[in-house]
């Protein structure tokens, strides 16, 4: 169980510690494009991670820990 503070309908942000991409539904095909926008390994758990919800239309959600600062990517959003 991860409790989050929603933000937006497609991104959460808590007080952790790493940056999390966690995949929603069956569809894989977004997991992996943010996956190697990020530079994130799939097989890597503390980077990725499977929680289904039939309920939710989200396919995934993108938890910005307090490490954002050293993926480039991220912090590149952020910063625009």
């Known amino acids: ?3 989050v503070r929603l933000v937006g309908s497609e991104m959460c942000i808590r007080d ?3 940056t999390t991409l966690i995949q929603r539904n069956e569809n894989t095909d977004g997991l ?6 990020l530079k994130f390994d799939t097989r890597n ?6 929680s289904i919800d039939p309920e939710s239309d989200v396919d995934i959600t993108l938890i ?10 991220v912090k590149s959003f952020l910063k625009n």
């Not at 992996?32 to 926008?37: F, G, Q």
């Open 1 to 3: 169980e991860i409790g």
């Open 16 to 18: 952790s510690t790493n």
């Open 32 to 37: 992996k494009y943010v996956a190697d926008a």
């Open 45 to 50: 758990s503390n980077q990725v991670m499977i």
């Open 64 to 73: 910005i820990g307090k490490d954002f600062n050293s993926i480039s990517t």
